[in-house]
Nanobody, 121 residues
Framework: VQLVESGGGLVQAGGSLRLSCAAS????????MGWFRQAPGKEREFVAS????????YYTNSVKGRFTISRDNAKNTVNLQMNSLKPEDTAVYYC???????????????WGQGTQVTVSS
């Protein structure tokens, strides 16, 4: 499975960005999908996850109420709508696919190359 992220960029605090991840080379609906991020000097951390059907979503506490993950199994894409962005959201954001179908973990099977999100104060 190949994952390609897009939609990153520079935005002012309080602004919004929408990240997209396009998957190819596998059965997209078989995987849970998710997003992780890694800020400079920090470890990669979980951001959000969505089950294979889209029925279940999970978020890290710091983004709850601001970020929304969604997927379109017909288009093999997963999106992350990010609102009310804060400088501490600045990081490289990675898309991940996990065979467990229900929730993505740090041991996910496939990873994208990442897209930079920078939030200025």
């Amino acid at each position: 499975v190949q994952l390609v992220e897009s939609g990153g960029g520079l935005v002012q605090a309080g602004g919004s960005l929408r990240l997209s991840c396009a998957a190819s080379g596998g059965t997209f609906s078989s995987y849970a999908m998710g997003w992780f991020r890694q800020a400079p000097g920090k470890e990669r951390e979980f951001v959000a996850s969505i089950s294979w059907s889209g029925d279940s979503t999970y978020y890290t506490n710091s983004v709850k109420g601001r970020f929304t993950i969604s997927r379109d199994n017909a288009k093999n894409t997963v999106n992350l709508q990010m609102n009310s962005l804060k400088p501490e959201d600045t990081a490289v954001y990675y898309c991940a696919a996990d065979r467990n179908r229900y929730r993505v973990t740090a041991a996910a099977d496939y990873w994208g190359q990442g897209t930079q999100v920078t939030v200025s104060s």
